[in-house]
């Protein structure tokens, strides 16, 4: 079964920082880009970034630039998110989605709370 | 950025209803759009991709069209399990962006 679980979220204070991983199962983690997408409580949904196959091209949305990293480890099937000086506008539900190809995310983890609060 | 706007905003509607969602760019985006459902809890699940193409396993009364600046995603006979939030997604260039979300409730 082709599967993304997302872990790592949690409350976190203003100015922290936190990890949020992503395993995948049940395809071939290492052939497709993938995805973070975030959403506020009571909001739509944002895109946060996205990151190549290899790990050579990472893109972001504006907001985060400078404070969060994408990253990957194809040989754990893992994607990352590293979220440094948090603020309370980073407080979501954070989505880790696959790309394939034109079709864009076919494949959703189930999501995980951030929190960010004093 | 390439802002996407979303129309309506919330829609009220009826099992069986034919209804219309329209997505707008702030400029062409080719085809380069997808739509999403979400319903409350749960992660969004991709419906339409390219503008126009039906996502495997989707029901065939799902269909988008357009192309450029103007979208728009139709559900031909609404049935009571797609009542739902809908969303359009621009990929054409980065930062990728969502329209604002359509609510459709029951009427």
């Known amino acids: 079964e082709v599967q993304l679980v997302e872990s790592g979220g949690g409350l976190v204070q203003p100015g922290g920082s936190l990890r949020l991983s992503c395993a995948a199962s049940?395809?071939?983690?290492?052939?497709?880009?993938m995805s973070w997408v975030r959403q506020a409580p009571g909001k739509g949904l944002e895109w946060v970034a996205n990151?190549?196959?290899?790990?050579?091209?990472?893109y972001y949305v504006d907001s985060v630039k400078g404070r969060f990293t994408i990253s990957r480890d194809n040989a754990k099937n893992s994607l990352y998110l590293q979220m440094n000086s948090l603020r309370a506008e980073d407080t979501a539900v954070y989505y880790c989605?696959?790309?394939?190809?034109?079709?864009?995310?076919?494949?959703w983890g189930q999501g995980t709370t951030v929190t960010v609060s004093s | 950025a390439i802002q996407m706007t979303q129309s309506p905003s919330s829609l009220s509607a009826s099992v069986g209803d034919r209804v219309t969602i329209t997505c707008r760019a702030s400029q062409g985006i080719r085809n380069d759009l997808g739509w999403y459902q979400q319903k409350p809890g749960k992660a969004p699940k991709l419906l339409i991709y390219a503008a126009s193409s039906l996502q495997s396993g989707v029901p065939s009364r799902f269909s988008g069209s357009g192309s450029g600046t103007d979208f728009t995603l139709t559900i031909s006979s609404l049935q009571p399990e797609d009542f739902a939030t809908y969303y359009c997604l621009q990929d054409y260039n980065y930062p990728h962006t969502f329209g604002q979300g359509t609510k459709l409730e029951i009427k």
């Open positions: 989605a696959r790309v394939e190809g034109e079709v864009g995310m076919d494949v």
């Open positions: 049940g395809f071939t983690f290492s052939s497709y880009w």
């Open positions: 990151i190549k196959q290899d790990g050579s091209e990472k």
